[in-house]
């Protein structure tokens, strides 16, 4: 089993022939700027261009680290916080390891990814996802303790309600020093990365959000389940409203849909075509292309 253990002011994850220094979010936040795009999984994101836009950062989740190998891109970080997918499908976790620039995951995705390829880990530059108010994966306090505990935190957003029991697990992280708040679907917890980061325009590719749609590199019986529409009203629409509502407005950061089929309402997360994406990154790209010539050889003799 992997064990995480402090020592001064670095944590360390250890287990058998693996030593590895974690990296610290403390020192990562603010530290980017400008678009990102996050790579889900549905199957619009096998029907996106991501070649034309392979000079801006991505953050791939779980499966959607193929599309970036398939195009020969590295991924900015490579994002996994479900065990079962890692035990389902071990080969594109493993993709996902071997081609992030950077990695965040759970001590639980770590440990099966560990146990998939003892050597997998080695010399990765890890940063460890900690759910807010979980210790050891268990809860610290109560949901609602917890949200009222936090009602005037500035950092950790959340909804509180006396009546109810699910809202008291909505909410947003600002710093994920502290944790972050799970809704069901991992791009969200992109999202707050993306937020921690400082990335300020937010682009989202494949999040379909369709149970029946599946995931663009699986197909038929070999799918592995999902329980997206179970989820999607209790935990996933309101936690998307909660960013809109109260993150999006306070944060700066603009987060845009890419996918015309998605189930997120577009009053929550606007959908834009590729042509309006062009035009939000008209600047940033022109940039890039300035950029990519002055480093070519020129034709100054």
Known sequence: MLRVETRGERRWLLGRDLEVCLQGFGHSRHSATGPVFLLASGPSASEFPLQRYRSLPVVAMNGSIVRCVDEGIKPFYYLCDDPN???GRPEL????????????????????IHAADATALNGKKIYLLERVNRQDGKAV????????????????ISDFSLLRRKPNRIGFSLNLKRGYFGSRTIPFGALQLACHLGFRQVFVVGM?????????????AAALPSSLDE????????????????ILPRTGMQ????????????????????????ELLGAELAGLSAA??????GDAS
């Open 85 to 87: 997918f890692v035990i």
């Open 93 to 112: 976790a493993l993709l996902g390891v071997a081609h992030g620039e950077h990695l965040a995951m759970s001590l639980d995705v770590l440990q099966a």
């Open 141 to 156: 306090l109560s949901d609602r303790a917890y949200a009222w505990s936090i009602r005037h935190d500035e950092e950790l």
């Open 208 to 220: 379909d959000l369709r149970q029946s749609g599946g995931r663009f590199y699986e197909k038929g």
């Open 231 to 246: 989820d999607f009203e209790q935990y996933i629409l309101p936690s998307f409203t909660l960013m809109a509502r109260r």
């Open 255 to 278: 987060v845009f849909n890419l996918s015309a089929v998605s189930r997120m309402p577009e009053r929550v997360i606007p959908k834009i075509t590729l042509q309006r994406l062009d």
């Open 292 to 297: 990519s010539s002055q480093a070519a050889p």
